[in-house]
């Protein structure tokens, strides 16, 4: 049976989690500065002592997702003036997780799954397009292509495996493009109440169930 997390690890998440809210909330910009990538460093740390014991190759590439998910996530503290590089960061942490999620499991896992999903996205980026800048217009095009298409792997491929694993992965996937949904609305469309907690609470719960389904059952 392979060793569960540390509980220190996560319990350090969880307060990482809550001091980022409650900087957001106060405002306090250094609570966000350093406990919103500790929380995802935190994330990489639980996913890599997974990939340590197992070697898996799907654990690898969430490992990867997770670091390029905190680089994305220092980026957009400053969402002004780094939004696209922290667009950028995001993509590529989705690639990794599609990659992750095709180790195993043929792409598409489930076509209607996957069409399902990018039917979602699609009508949201058509509620998007009147009030995107032009410049965005074709990154946030290739970041909901990319974004639904791992989502949807990610939900198929539980579909097909049938095991804790792949849920905790699909679910943790579904939450993830929840909280993009909602920060693209709030951004782009107009500002939504309790926006901190709307857009990060999914975002936390859903990486967390995603690193967690690198642990070998």
Known sequence: MPPRPSPALIVAFILAVFLTLAGHHWPNLWLVYVFKPLATLLLVAIAFLNWTHSR???????????????????????????FLPGLASFLLAHIAYLLAFTRDCKFPARAAIWLAYLLIATLFYAILFPTLPGGLLLPVALYAALLSTMAGQAMG???????????????GAL????SDLLLAFHRFRGPLLYSTLLILLPYYIGQWLIASSTRPR
């Not at 190759?57 to 390029?68: E, R, T």
């Not at 939450?175 to 929840?178: K, N, R, T, V, Y």
């Open 175 to 178: 939450l993830f493009l929840l």
């Open 157 to 171: 491929r539980f579909l097909v495996l049938k095991n804790v694993s792949a849920r905790f992965a699909a679910i």
């Open 56 to 82: 898996s190759p799907v654990a690898l590439w969430i490992v990867i997702g997770l670091l390029f998910s905190l680089v994305g996530d220092i980026f957009l503290i400053w969402p002004n003036q780094y």
